[in-house]
């Protein structure tokens, strides 16, 4: 009786011991379980999608140069681009500052992405997007605008100075948006009976708005070349984004700069965090910024973009180089710069997707160009970031297009990376 009963106690101790680890077991679990579903949490709204982008090891330039060269993957983003970020903050600020009323009008000059992104992130707001675009800019971005809703406005490339400018144009756009809402506003106040000549409004002989519809709620320019809401959406942002995914240990990064916001938004949050980070810029053809930060001087008189005769061919990179210092760019906090060629982009681009199967866009492939760059400036073992703003398919007509390079004696050949001076 008494061994049964020690069997029986055995038995019950050892199933208890299997109760307890097995609880424990499934609380471990569950507490995976729990982690794991708070990392894949439902976003509300494509405004909550934006960031948070994939930091990814390009693996052909890793092994070339012997650093570690990590691509921050921004065509992840809803709108397919770095600038998302910078829409969602145009827009934000100006809702909040009441300089955009709700259900108004976002009006932008740009050569496509940043477009893109407000038309993509304005309807999330309640607004509506105007865009103004040089007519040289790759056909296929006017037609996503188009899709997305935005209106158009496609305009002959020339000098920032020159009042057709596309920027230029997109500015009094917003006016007129605000002066029809003006009118509206007034007419109701007067029970229909307003004309021109009780605020002068509408000089005499002078044409009334027509571009936008008589019950628009009026217009913000969003200026993203000027507006350091460009600036703040990346130290806000995509620096910080960079510094957790690197765990703070990284020694360099490098970026194109149009606007200015990438690189300086992103260069003064890591300098902040860590001053021996080393920050460059790579520059396209035709932009005066490279010898803006290895000289200190823009351009010569004769190159200033108010006395050039007509618009010049000068990179077939779209969205970045620039020839005057935006408010954003003063931002940046800047070691030096190197310079890229068109040539050399191209063949990055056509190295990527033959050897990583990253598709990108020309901006994406001379930043890449520039890491590789500051790879052989610092030497092997270094980690290197920088910025894949956008995929190929914003680029098919132009960068992409065998016949269009061919024009312009870019057709690349390269086998592997000689193109930078590095062996196969």
């Avoid at 007067?190 to 002989?205: D, E, L």
């Avoid at 060629?341 to 990108?360: H, I, P, Q, Y």
């Amino acid at each position: 009786m008494m061994k049964i009963t020690r069997n029986a106690a055995a038995v019950t101790a050892t199933a208890s011991v299997t109760l307890v680890a097995y609880f424990v077991v499934w609380k471990l679990y569950k507490k995976s379980c729990c982690c794991s579903s708070k990392k894949k949490i439902i976003k509300r709204g494509i405004i909550e999608a934006v960031g948070n982008t994939p930091l990814i090891r390009i693996n052909s330039l890793s092994q070339a140069t012997g650093c570690e060269i990590l691509g921050k993957a921004e065509f992840f983003n809803p709108g397919g681009s770095v600038k998302d970020r910078v829409a969602i903050k145009i827009i934000q600020e100006a809702l909040q500052l009441g300089l955009l009323p709700k259900g108004g009008i976002v009006t932008e000059g740009s050569a496509g992405s940043t477009a893109i992104s407000l038309a993509t992130v304005a309807p999330a707001y309640g607004c509506k997007c105007h865009v103004v675009i040089p007519d040289d800019a790759a056909v296929e971005k006017s037609q996503i605008l188009e899709a997305l809703g935005a209106t158009v406005e496609r305009v002959r490339p020339v000098s920032i100075t020159h009042k057709h400018h596309y920027v230029n144009i997109a500015k009094r756009r917003a006016l007129e948006a605000n002066h029809i809402a003006i009118d509206q506003e007034i007419l109701k106040q007067t029970n229909g009976k307003y004309v021109a000549q009780i605020n002068g409004a509408i000089p005499k002989g002078e044409k009334q708005f027509t571009f936008f519809s008589a019950d628009c709620k009026g217009g913000f320019f969003a200026d993203q070349f000027e507006n350091l809401a460009n600036f703040r959406a990346h130290y806000e942002g995509t620096g910080p984004e960079i510094w957790k995914q690197t765990g703070g240990n990284l020694h360099s990064f490098v970026a194109a700069a149009g606007t200015g916001g990438t690189v300086a938004g992103v260069s003064r949050f890591l300098k902040e965090k860590d001053p021996n980070i080393k920050c460059f810029l790579i520059d396209p053809p035709g932009s005066g910024l490279f010898n803006k930060v290895t000289r200190g001087v823009m351009y010569t008189t004769e190159e200033a973009e108010g006395r050039r005769l007509k618009n010049p061919f000068d990179t077939i990179t779209e969205g970045i180089g620039i020839n005057r210092l935006t408010e954003n760019f003063k931002m940046a906090e800047l070691d030096g710069a190197f310079r890229g060629t068109d040539m050399e982009a191209v063949e990055m681009s056509r190295f990527l997707l033959k050897n990583d199967g990253l598709f990108v866009g020309s901006s994406s492939a001379m930043n890449c160009v520039g890491a590789v760059r500051v790879a052989q400036s610092l030497g092997p073992g270094h980690i290197i970031v920088t910025i894949l703003c956008d995929s190929g398919m914003r680029h098919l007509s132009k960068f992409h297009n065998a016949k269009y390079l061919s024009q312009h004696g870019l057709t690349p050949t390269a086998t592997g990376l000689e193109f930078l001076g590095l062996r196969n």
